[in-house]
């Protein structure tokens, strides 16, 4: 199974191409994080509230905002549809490779450049103004690789599966739309999940958006050990029989109507 | 006559895009709610970090309200009268804006007639209510009455402009680098987004950014400012539209600039 390195590889090396471009929107992720923090800054002014100091808080918020490039800030149903409505799945689906697989690996490889050139430089200017929380604990750099990776793979799944939906529906746009209002809203991207009011809270906690942002960031506090990573793990399995129960499905679909 | 005339035909064309945009009667409510709906959780977030800290640099959440309900009503109209506007610069790369070049009336008129995108009004909406929620409870404490409502409202509406000039001098830049989507939450989203909270919580340089070569802060922070008796003076008023006007000769000077710049691709 060399096939998915070698996809993941090539993906690596089409981002490469187009590094100047990815200036401008590192810049302005750059300007939304700043404002988030002045937010934060400003509504902690008199203390924080919860598991977190006012620092805290801007750490937390920074933080997310460099792990935005590598969460949800794909490349919309994985570029899915558009291969559903012009027929270029079927080409795709015939290959004699696994078209998760494929995808996902192929995504691996955008998100080790998203990585490199997205989340760490981003993370780097952060920690320039604000400074940033260094883990103490050896074992949290090991709990928050294997976050992020849950992370991004949760991510992509669900990308997959908004971007499958397209075999059965032509208003993808609107899972889009869902996707990222859910992510926004229960990601604990701006606001950790437990500080959400009554009912969102358990249900944010629970939601596979929490494994992108909030897990995450709590490990990197070190607010949370190992026991962070059990609804990330939860979600990557069963995200993963989703996709290839959809997958089964979509082929079945396209084997019999020709897509 | 020749403004009066290209005017009588833009809401000819743009009353054509409706009509056809009105086949598709429930996609049209169902994005309309939907756009709502996503700003709405928007302001949730806001609203759940304000149930924790009664104040954001001395603002409570009613007074924050009025700020992020005149920036999306403004927002949302800009996204309402400009679609075609917001993703320009395919019409650069795609080589199509040679048949914009063809008619015998101002460009930018005909490419704004060719689209409305009405699903956006639902952000409007869920601004509108936003604003009048905030507005209702300040005017019950007795903070505001209803002319400093009734010129907010109305210095939103004249603040469309600002957000329109920012994305026509982004569009023109795809004259000269064919791209400019990227550039476009740069230049306009993310100062929309700064001025839903007051200027104050931001560093010098940004505030200073806000307030000049980005003028999204009179939009709402310095009329509201004022009039919540937060500082300022009647100057504050009159600079919002005088900023607003001048945001839009300068950005349609550029626009011109560029478009005796344009080039075809020849494709």
Same mark, same amino acid.
């Given at each position: 199974m060399r096939v998915f390195p070698l996809l993941a590889q090539k993906a690596f090396r089409r981002n490469l191409q187009y590094r100047a471009s990815h200036v401008v929107t590192n810049a302005a992720s750059l300007v939304f994080g700043f404002i988030y923090i002045a937010v934060w800054q400003a509504a902690t002014a008199r203390g924080g509230t919860g598991d977190y100091s006012p620092v805290q808080f801007a750490w937390y918020t920074a933080f997310n905002q460099a792990m935005l490039w590598i969460t949800i800030f794909f490349q919309n149903g994985l570029g899915i549809p558009e291969a559903v409505y012009t027929g270029a799945i079927a080409l795709d689906m015939m290959r004699p490779v696994d078209y998760h697989g494929m995808m996902v690996a192929r995504e691996f490889g955008n998100v080790w450049y998203s990585f490199w050139f997205r989340t760490v430089p981003l993370f780097a200017v952060f920690t320039l103004a604000i400074g940033a929380h260094v883990p103490q604990r050896p074992e949290t750099y090991l709990l928050l690789a294997a976050a992020i990776v849950l992370a991004a793979y949760i991510g992509l799944c669900l990308h997959y599966v908004v971007g499958i939906a397209a075999f059965w529906t032509i208003q993808s746009r609107w899972a889009y739309q869902l996707l990222h209002t859910a992510h926004f809203g /229960?990601? #604990?991207?701006? %606001?950790? %999940? $437990? /500080? =959400?009011? #009554?009912? /969102?809270a358990p249900i944010a906690a629970a939601s596979?958006? &929490?494994? =992108?942002?909030y897990y995450p960031a709590r490990i990197y506090l070190e /607010?949370? #050990? &190992? $026991? &962070?990573l059990r609804m990330p793990i939860l979600w990557a399995v069963l995200l993963t029989v989703i996709c290839r129960v959809l997958t089964r499905l979509a082929r079945k679909k396209l084997e019999i109507q020709g897509g | 006559m020749n403004t009066v005339a290209a005017f009588r035909l833009y809401f000819k064309l743009v009353s054509a895009s409706l009509r056809a945009q009105m086949q598709y009667k429930v996609d049209f409510l169902v994005s309309l709610s939907f756009q709502a709906a996503l700003q709405a959780v928007d302001f949730a977030l806001l609203a759940a970090i304000m149930l924790r800290f009664p104040e954001i640099a001395g603002w409570n959440i009613y007074e924050v309200g009025l700020l992020y309900g005149t920036a999306s009503i403004a927002l949302s109209l800009y996204r309402t009268i400009a679609p075609e506007l917001h993703d320009f610069d395919r019409y650069i790369v795609q080589g199509t804006f040679d048949s914009l070049l063809?008619?015998?009336?101002?460009t930018l008129m005909v490419l704004l007639s060719r689209? @409305?995108? @009405?699903?956006?009004l639902g952000g409007a909406l869920q601004g509108a209510l936003i604003f009048g929620i905030s507005a209702r409870r300040l005017a019950a404490e007795c903070a505001i009455g209803s002319m400093e409502i009734w010129i907010m409202a109305a210095l939103a509406l004249v603040g469309t402009l600002i957000p329109f000039s920012l994305a026509l001098i982004t569009a023109s830049c795809a004259f000269w680098f064919g791209r400019s989507a990227d550039l476009q939450t740069f230049t306009m989203f993310a100062p929309i987004t700064a001025s839903q909270?007051? @200027?104050?919580?931001?560093p010098g340089w940004l505030r200073t950014l806000l307030l000049s070569? @980005?003028?999204?802060?009179?939009?709402?922070y310095i009329p509201i400012r004022f009039l919540l008796g937060k500082g300022g003076s009647w100057w504050s008023l009159a600079a919002s539209p005088v900023a607003a006007a001048a945001a839009f000769l300068v950005a349609y000077s550029f626009w011109s600039l560029g478009h005796r710049h344009y080039h075809s691709a020849g494709s």
């Open positions: /229960l990601s #604990g991207f701006m %606001v950790p %999940v $437990e /500080l =959400l009011p #009554g009912i /969102l596979p958006f &929490a494994p =992108l942002q /607010l949370s #050990g &190992a $026991e &962070a | 063809i008619r015998p009336w101002p689209n @409305l995108d @009405l699903r956006r909270y007051p @200027l104050t919580i931001y070569i @980005l003028p999204v802060g009179f939009i709402n």
